[in-house]
């Protein structure tokens, strides 16, 4: 037994060792990624992917107007959302070395338009009345009309908007996620209409808004009959 544990290969003693805690399962490498939040109509937001580190490996990253400290998890791996377009440098200790390791981070091209802005382009909003013209109803009690708001865009990215009733407050603010490709988003909305009575006629409309895109739609009018 002794004989055959001498004849063991280097390469094959090596495999039955364990690894050692702190080295890297492969070369670590960094990337900038398109995709990793922010707000609406404002800088476009990226992701900071990290892989094959030192498992539990402290790093230090420096980019544009940042810098912070970090851990990866145990498989080497680090995502930092939201972080803007630039060069990216990782830093860390290797094992068993007083040098420093450093990594530049590769990363994708800025937003071609070159505006720091979301990706998604709105082409079209408008809005289209739903409930029937001259449908009567009791004005003496509130009712409800309904339209139905369409966005067309060229993602990728989300939409904000709000609706006004008859010029009052913003209400029923939301957002609409688009993909790469052009598509259309409808959005039912519901306004409700107060009651008004001894009117013959009540006459209403509303007004989508895009906020980020500083575009809007007003509807026709709705015009209810009211019941003698």
Request: one cysteine or more; a positive charge; charged letters at 20%.
């Amino acid at each position: 037994m002794l004989a055959s544990a001498v004849g063991l290969t280097p390469a094959f003693a090596a495999q039955a060792r364990p690894a050692r805690p702190g080295t890297a399962p492969a070369a670590a490498a960094c990337e900038l990624l398109v995709g990793g939040g922010g707000k609406p109509g404002g800088d476009a937001r990226y992701k900071l992917h990290l892989g094959g580190f030192p498992a539990n490996q402290a790093v230090r990253v420096d980019g544009p107007k940042t810098s912070f400290r970090a851990t990866v998890n145990g498989k080497g791996q680090l995502d930092r959302q939201g972080v803007r377009h630039g060069a990216y440098t990782v830093t860390y200790k290797a094992a068993g070395s007083r040098q420093d390791v450093r990594v530049r981070c590769a990363a994708v091209p800025a937003d071609k338009t070159g505006s720091g802005k979301q990706g998604v382009k709105v082409s079209k909003v408008e809005v289209v009345v739903l409930t029937p013209p001259g449908t009567v109803i009791d004005c003496a009690k509130p009712t409800t009309a309904e339209f139905d708001g369409k966005i067309t865009a060229t993602g990728p990215g989300k939409v904000r908007f709000h609706w006004t009733f008859a010029g009052s407050k913003p209400v029923s603010p939301g957002s609409a996620d688009f993909a790469a490709d052009t598509t259309t988003q409808a959005l039912l909305h519901v306004a409700d209409v107060p009651a008004r009575p001894n009117a013959a006629t009540v006459s209403v409309y509303v007004t989508l808004h895009l906020p980020d895109q500083k575009m809007s739609a007003r509807s026709g009018p709705v015009t209810f009959t009211c019941q003698k």
